[in-house]
């Protein structure tokens, strides 16, 4: 509603990581009070801003976006040039105060903002008690002895330990792409897979071949993801090739979600087809127990 007071998360937000939801849950826990909770977003990361270049992102901003509609919770969006050159006394008055019209700011321990990153929460707490604003810093929250973070989530990703990044995100770590034509080799081999390109920016995980979770019309189905140049063959470019599990069904043109479960093995190049064949039935019967385990369906 326009005007009315605001409990105002303060954070990246880039992942909505387990560190980020315990923000989220402190504006969240204000709507009881007739706050309107909401995440203030950057519409690029200010990295790119500052530095020419951004991390990559775990996490493709619209399903973030659906992810914080299911929470309960309003985007602000607004662009870091616009407020990059701005004290930390500034922007508390003209975004905090002014544009998000903040009665209660919710933020980690970590929070820092204002040019250079020089406000902390030191002074955000300091400036909320003068103007009257309610502030609660969430907990920092640890996996495996050390804060939950993206850089943490990145590494993970990118070696392959997505066990561990799902720890930290609190949901499978995942992506969503138009089904793009292959060359049917899945299909001559039993085992008839879907083609995927990875958005630009996006993080892709370590090569190799991963049980997975396949989201289709609604209805969960287990799956193999080969994420990589599928060595085997000559000329491939780099895709996420998935064969999904008791599905048989025409999905070019259409969007998939794809969540990835647990890395199985690394790609292998194979010198015959048989024997491709062989390993591609031990990897879904390996993906379907994985799947099961996991109550997925």
């Not at 007739?34 to 995440?39: E, K, Q, S, T």
């Not at 519409?43 to 929470?71: C, F, K, N, V, Y």
């Not at 999905?251 to 199985?264: A, P, S």
Request: proline share 3%; aromatic share 8%; hydrophobic share 35%.
């Amino acid at each position: 509603m326009e005007n009315s007071k605001t409990a105002v998360a303060l954070g990246s937000f880039d992942g909505l990581h387990k560190g980020h939801k315990s923000v989220l849950a402190c504006a969240l826990s204000y709507g009881e009070r007739g706050l309107v909770p909401c995440a203030l977003l950057f519409a690029s990361h200010p990295l790119l801003s500052l530095t020419g270049s951004a991390p990559e992102e775990i996490l493709q901003p619209h399903i973030r976006s659906r992810m914080l509609w299911d929470m309960g919770v309003e985007e602000k969006r607004i662009d870091f040039a616009d407020v990059m050159n701005l004290t930390a006394e500034e922007f508390f008055e003209s975004v905090i105060l002014g544009k998000l019209c903040a009665g209660a700011v919710c933020c980690g321990e970590n929070f820092r903002f204002g040019k250079g990153g020089k406000g902390d929460v030191a002074l955000l707490t300091e400036l909320c008690e003068k103007s009257g604003t309610e502030i609660t810093v969430a907990p920092t929250v640890n996996y495996n002895g050390g804060p939950v973070s993206s850089t943490r989530i990145r590494k993970a990703i990118k070696e392959g330990d997505i066990k561990s990044a799902n720890e930290m995100l609190g949901y499978e770590f995942g992506y969503e792409a138009v089904v793009k034509t292959g060359c049917r080799r899945g299909r001559l081999m039993g085992a008839p897979t879907i083609n995927q390109y990875f958005d630009r920016g996006f993080i892709v995980p370590k090569n190799g071949v991963y049980a997975c979770k396949v989201n289709i019309y609604g209805k969960n189905y287990a799956g193999v993801a080969n994420i990589g140049l599928r060595p085997s063959f000559e000329n491939e470019d780099l895709r996420s090739e998935t064969c999904i599990i008791g599905f048989d069904g025409d999905l070019y043109g259409e969007t998939v979600k794809v969540d990835l479960l647990e890395f199985l093995r690394e790609e292998i190049k194979f010198p015959d087809v048989e024997l491709l064949k062989e390993q591609i039935h031990k990897d879904a019967e390996k993906a379907a127990e994985i799947f099961g385990g996991g109550n997925y369906v």
